[in-house]
């Protein structure tokens, strides 16, 4: 027997089995249900979160509205055929190869010679006792300039027995000619907690078992994609063979070249500790399990901000798309962070991202992030540097900026003070101090820092 993947057996076969799209699904059940149904539509969004499916249960609802389970039943029910037809009809329409309702290929009939024999096809009737003949095109923006231009009469007043469904991934290159004469509907990308369900369902009713941090790993590569996490389980079912073992998060790893967790925890853990060494060992150890370098960014990325989103938004946010044990373990290491530090750490993050596409040496640039990642908590501010009190334990803080009573000029530079309490009394403290104020580091500090406070008092009235 032929398999069918996932994507298409738990394909959506009612208005409200479209995840995720619940506004739309009710505005065209409203539609029908007033006898408001437009002649044109355009369906518009990402791949994978139901613009097919839902263009043909809105189909089989304009010609079999008793077999579509959601669907408003019509008053003239007599002008439909009995049910057992209507049953017939619509699964032939979720299949694909119902004769009235007609799904083009916009990228492979995008000709002009077939946008008019597309024309000549819909002045005739439907066929059978199908009421309506439903034309889906899909990728409507691969169709040609001449195409388009070609079905414009034909997309402002079509034939009464005649409604057109276009679907489309990219909206802004479909003319604006063809979208005035469509009602437009912009799907949306699904919430990760929403395809999580949805697997979560589709996982036991294949009875197979899989653990919680599994189901949302894939939920979060779908990227808000269905399709894409569906396809992703169909894999993952294929390489473990469909056994009795549990789907372990290990079985993610491997197949898609994820950054394995106990790696990335030991890499978190010498950053929160300010070790470089260990961060570097972490590094590399994940580089050595074949881990690409934009991976291992990526996923460091990932978990930088799911401690920033803890401490920031408290671990009982919605915004913390984790399993409940992953969250736990996140808790726990966010706890040695603080909301400004993450921030920075992500920023450097997401530089070097940007500039190891550029570098000839891109492993030096990461291996130096590392260290200035794990060395990150232990920069002291400019009042200890000052001093000569370095606190190692001291977190950055950003300078607070002073506004001053009398404004001076805007050209002159302020003037570097040092309150008498702090500054240096013995010659231990000033050889300490020098030494402070020669590295290079504090020199950038310096500078920056006076060119913020040139910057505030530009702005000052």
């Known amino acids: ?36 149904v437009a002649h044109a539509y ?39 055929p009995d049910e057992a037809v209507q049953a017939r009809m619509a699964q032939a329409v979720m299949r694909g190869d119902d004769l009235n309702v ?23 009737s439907p066929t059978g006792q199908a009421r309506y003949k439903v034309y889906i095109i899909d990728e409507v923006h691969m169709l040609s300039t001449a195409a388009f231009n070609a079905l414009l009469k034909t997309m402002e007043e079509p034939p009464g027995h005649v409604k057109f ?44 078992e899989a653990e919680e941090a599994v189901i949302w790993q894939l939920a979060r590569i779908g990227n808000g994609s269905m399709r894409d996490a569906l396809s992703l389980l169909d894999r993952v079912i294929a390489m473990t063979g469909g056994g009795d073992d549990p789907i372990s998060l290990t079985i993610i790893e491997q197949m898609l070249g994820l950054a394995p967790q106990e790696l990335l925890d030991q890499l978190i853990d010498a ?51 984790l399993s409940d044990e992953s969250k736990r373990a996140a808790v726990e290491r966010a706890a040695h962070f603080d909301a400004a530090g993450l921030v920075y750490m992500i920023a450097l993050c997401e530089n070097l991202q940007r500039n190891s596409k550029f570098s000839s040496s891109p492993r030096a640039l990461l291996d130096a992030a590392m260290v200035r990642l794990a060395l990150a908590e232990k920069m002291a501010d400019i009042n200890s540097l000052l001093t000569g009190n370095i606190d190692s334990k001291k977190k950055i803080r950003p300078p607070v900026i002073q506004k001053k009573s009398s404004p001076r000029s805007s050209m002159s530079p302020p ?47």
Do not use: W
Request: aromatic letters at 4%; glycine letters at 4%.
């Open 271 to 321: 950053l929160a500790a300010g070790n470089p060494a260990h961060a570097l060992e972490s590094t590399g150890a994940l580089l050595d399990r074949g881990i690409a370098q934009d991976q291992l960014i990526e996923s460091l990325i990932e978990r930088l901000r799911q401690m920033m989103l803890i401490v920031t938004c408290g671990a009982d946010s919605d915004l913390i798309e």
């Open 102 to 124: 007609i799904e083009i290929d916009g990228a492979s009939n995008n000709s002009v010679d077939q946008a008019r024999q597309l024309i000549a096809n819909a002045t005739l």
């Open 42 to 80: 355009l369906f518009t969004g990402t791949r994978g979160v139901g613009k097919t499916s839902m263009a043909r249960i809105f189909a089989a609802a304009l010609n079999a509205p008793q077999a579509v389970a959601d669907c408003p039943q019509p008053e003239d029910k007599d002008a439909y």
């Open 165 to 208: 469904i276009l679907c489309t991934t990219e909206s802004h290159k479909v003319p604006p000619t063809i979208q005035s004469r469509c009602q437009r509907f912009d799907f949306r990308n699904i919430a990760t907690a929403q395809i999580v369900k949805h697997l979560e369902h589709v996982i036991q009713s294949e009875s197979i």
């Open 415 to 461: 003037k570097q003070t040092v309150d008498n309490h702090r500054s240096p009394s013995t010659s231990s403290d000033r050889i300490e101090h020098q030494r402070a104020m020669s590295l290079p580091l504090v020199q950038q500090v310096f500078e920056h820092f006076d060119a913020t406070l040139i910057d505030a008092r530009r702005q000052e009235p």
């Open 1 to 36: 027997m032929t398999y069918t993947v996932l994507a298409r057996r738990y394909r959506s076969g009612a208005f409200t089995e479209v995840i995720g799209q619940e506004p739309i699904a009710k505005t065209l059940q409203n539609a029908i249900a007033t006898n408001r």
